[in-house]
Nanobody
Framework: VQLQAYGGGLVQAGGSLRLSCTTS????????MGWFRQAPGKEREFAAV????????RYADSVKGRFTISSDNAKNTVYLQMSSLKPEDTAVYYC??????????????????????WGQGTLVTVSS
């Protein structure tokens, strides 16, 4: 299984950017997909999660109302639409996949989140 994240770049504060994560290798229909981010010198943190059916989504408080996660099953792709970007959103963004019963580590306030599969990360830089 491979997760390929792309779409990062440089954007001004207040701007928008859409990240994509395409999966390949085998179907991950029984998994949930998420986005994490890691700023320089900080721990990796949860941003958003979605089930492939789209019936379940959850966001970190820091991105709620500004970021939208969505999925396209036909393209095996999950998106993260980011709007009203702030300099503090600057980070490497990673997509991940895990089984629903292992979601707990994604929402904990401390510690390293675990996942069955990780993408390689894409850098988002928001200038002030």
């Amino acid at each position: 299984v491979q997760l390929q994240a792309y779409g990062g770049g440089l954007v001004q504060a207040g701007g928008s950017l859409r990240l994509s994560c395409t999966t390949s290798g085998r179907t991950l229909s029984s998994y949930v997909m998420g986005w994490f981010r890691q700023a320089p010198g900080k721990e990796r943190e949860f941003a958003a999660v979605i089930s492939w059916s789209g019936g379940f989504t959850r966001y970190a408080d820091s991105v709620k109302g500004r970021f939208t996660i969505s999925s396209d099953n036909a393209k095996n792709t999950v998106y993260l639409q980011m709007s009203s970007l702030k300099p503090e959103d600057t980070a490497v963004y990673y997509c991940a996949a895990t089984l629903p019963e292992r979601l707990g580590s994604w929402f904990q306030q401390a510690g390293t989140p675990t996942a069955d599969y990780w993408g390689q990360g894409t850098l988002v830089t928001v200038s002030s």
